[in-house]
């Protein structure tokens, strides 16, 4: 199970990687052909559902690694105890908000189902199930730092 978890991790990053690449790529010829007078409206749409992609995925890679904000100048000073047990309260919260992300993410992936872009023929919910996809990892994520957190709370 650990096996699969690090391996749907490393393809996470990867897609990000490939589809940051793709996104700047895009734009950059958007704006190279824009100044030759040629335009190609599909690069911008196409970017538009890269970035939407890139973007949540790596929320969660940036979620899973640590590497999003955090203000902890109120807890730094508290008991080692009394900040786990802050920090597992912002775990469950975390979780219960992603769960509506969810519930509601498919809901409006369903309603846009019908709803293309105007260039390219993808229907726009590929763009809304970006977040639920996000959301679902996120929550992968979270139950496993809410199980390292329960097992790490007697530990200083």
């Known amino acids: 199970m650990r096996k699969l978890y690090h391996t749907l991790c490393k393809i996470e990053v990867a897609a990000c990687g490939v589809g940051f690449v793709f996104l700047v790529a895009f734009i950059f010829l958007s704006a190279i052909l824009r100044f030759f007078r040629v335009s190609m409206s599909w690069n911008i749409d196409l970017a538009l559902f890269l970035l939407a992609w890139t973007a949540f995925l790596g929320a ?3 979620w899973r690694s640590g590497q999003l904000v955090g203000i902890d100048i109120v807890t730094r000073n508290l008991p080692k105890t009394v900040q786990k047990i802050l920090e597992l309260m912002i775990y469950v ?64």
């Open 93 to 156: 919260i975390v979780l219960g908000a992603l769960i509506v992300i969810i519930i509601f993410g498919l809901r409006l992936a369903w309603t846009e189902r019908l709803r293309t872009y105007q260039s390219i023929p993808i229907p726009f919910s590929l763009v809304t199930i970006s977040l639920v996809t996000a959301a679902l990892s996120m929550v992968l994520s979270t139950i496993l730092k809410i199980r390292r957190c329960i097992l790490t709370f007697n530990k200083p």
């Open 60 to 62: 969660d890679v940036a």
